[in-house]
């Protein structure tokens, strides 16, 4: 409910709180190794802020290398010689399920956290980030009965001879570092597979939003999952994480955030050529053909950028018109970015919530002022909203050309560069153009077109007349430098497994 004027206090003062957020933001934030809550090693803490004000929400406890070394082992020995090292598939299912179960029980509580740690919406949260959390867990959930290997007939020797079969193992210790745009989904794309697998894991979430990531901890604690088979650790990229990718006992790192620090994992990784996925940045393509039902595409072209303010690495940034309907496009788009409600995620009527970050912030400030300089023409947005907080307007730019940055580079906020093109024979070409490749969104009544265009478009996932559609059935990752590996599907789960082959003379 709200009490008094957004301007004057905080939303966690001006919103009523749930009792057990109340208590959660109060306690004492600690590391979650080898099934308790400890102090970092350091004893040092770090503070997450409330994005729409800038204030401190609560003190977290930092990792380091030795943290990373203390749950590194109680992984390991959770792996090698616990309970979970014995259990069978159908037992590590059904924890899986529970954990779900636990998570649907804490909606609202879990909703609230990710809208005060990260900004989103909290109506948002509660239809999106933790429906399609618990779908995952449950999806994974199904997986581990059902990892199989195959017996192979020789190609040579006879078939009484030899009798040969894979086996399909956990990989093992696993360290897992995730984003701030979806904190606790992204922790649910990784957990859920790992667990599924067999493995143990060292999870970093991150320094922006650590918030839902413990409190998943002690939902895992509730559900009943043996000591060291999840670990939490909260801290610092330059830290914690990079503890987590060069450590020696550490078997295969999953990492998804930008393809620059991406690179630096692999790097790390190579130590001890510890296996790695990564799921990394993006600078869509979202083409609309003249034929499209302009009265889908409009607001389908909006929420592709504009959905999760930009902070999406599959965000449609690139909108590419054809020529004939490029101004009606445009104009479009525009009334639908003018049309969003911006403000604290708790507020019921919030569309549109802050960036998470001041460096989040100032980084996209930074791209609108070099659209601008450039010789880009804002059609609307373009500035700050708001006297305090990390609010940016949704910002279309048109008068572009593929040179400029706001073309190139990956933004990561509510920022879109519309283009005009002439046909599907010169579209192709354009929209690979960039080094990334994660996903593409194509707008048109004519399905054959739409295939012909999909099969050219150098992307791991193309959206056709819907865009930003996910399920824990449909495997999402991208080409080029957008990553390495698959998230969410069958897919994902070569990413926690080994491939051992036996054979036997008969």
């Known amino acids: 409910m709200l009490t008094e004027t957004f301007s004057e206090k905080s939303p966690s003062a001006l919103y009523t709180l749930l009792p057990k957020v109340q208590n959660f933001l109060k306690m004492s934030k600690k590391l979650f190794i080898g099934g308790k809550w400890v102090d970092a090693v350091s004893g040092k803490t770090f503070p997450t802020y409330d994005p729409a004000t800038g204030e401190i929400l609560a003190e977290v406890a930092e990792a380091d290398k030795e943290d990373v070394d203390k749950a590194v082992k109680a992984a390991r020995e959770a792996f090698e010689k616990g309970p979970w090292a014995k259990m069978t598939p159908s037992d590590r299912g059904k924890l899986i399920w529970k954990l779900a179960d636990l998570i649907e029980e804490n909606l609202e509580e879990l909703a609230q956290i990710e809208s005060l740690d990260n900004g989103k919406p909290m109506a948002v949260a509660k239809v999106a980030d933790l429906p399609l959390s618990i779908d995952l867990f449950r999806y994974m959930a199904g997986w581990a009965t059902k990892i199989e290997g195959n017996t192979i007939p020789f190609s040579l020797a006879k078939p009484e001879t030899f009798v040969s079969y894979t086996v399909r193992e956990p990989i093992g210790v696993v360290g897992q570092i995730i984003p701030w745009n979806f904190p606790l989904l992204m922790a649910a794309w990784k957990l859920g597979p790992a667990l599924a697998t067999g493995c143990t894991i060292v999870l970093k979430p991150a320094e922006q939003t650590p918030l839902s990531a413990l409190w998943l901890g002690e939902l895992i604690q509730q559900a009943g999952f043996p000591d060291g088979v999840v670990n939490i650790l909260p801290g610092y990229g330059e830290t914690a994480g990079a503890a987590i990718a060069s450590h020696m ?33 993006g600078k869509s393509p979202n083409i609309v053909f003249s034929d499209a039902d302009l009265s889908t595409a409009i607001p389908g072209a909006a929420s592709a950028i504009f959905f999760n303010h930009g902070q999406c690495c599959c965000a449609g940034s690139r909108l590419y018109v054809e020529k004939k309907v490029f101004d009606k496009v445009v104009e479009g788009v525009s009334e639908e970015a003018k049309k969003i409600r911006l403000g604290p995620g708790l507020d019921p009527n919030t569309q549109m919530g802050p960036l998470v970050s001041q460096e989040q912030f100032d980084r996209v400030s930074f791209y609108i002022r070099s659209g601008i300089s450039e010789g880009g023409r804002v059609v609307t947005g373009g500035n700050r909203y708001g006297q305090r907080g990390y609010f940016i307007q949704p910002t279309i730019f048109t008068g572009v050309h593929s040179n400029m940055k706001v073309v190139n580079e990956e933004i990561f906020g509510p920022v879109v560069c519309a283009m005009p093109f002439e046909g599907i024979e010169e579209i192709a070409p354009v929209a690979n153009q960039t080094i990334y490749g994660l996903a593409a969104g194509i707008w048109t009544k004519d399905i054959s077109k739409a295939h012909r265009l999909a099969s050219k478009l150098k992307a791991g996932t193309v959206w056709i007349n819907c865009y930003n559609v996910f399920d824990a059935a449909l495997p999402f990752g991208g080409y080029k430098q957008s990553g390495w590996g698959r998230e969410m599907g069958h897919a994902v789960l070569e990413n926690y497994l080994e491939t051992k082959s036996v054979c036997i003379q008969i």
Do not use: P, Q, R
């Open 249 to 281: 006992d550490i078997d295969k790192v999953a990492f998804t955030g930008s393809t620059e620090v991406g690179k630096i994992i692999v790097k790390a990784a190579a130590s001890n050529l510890k296996k790695v996925s990564l799921e990394l940045g």
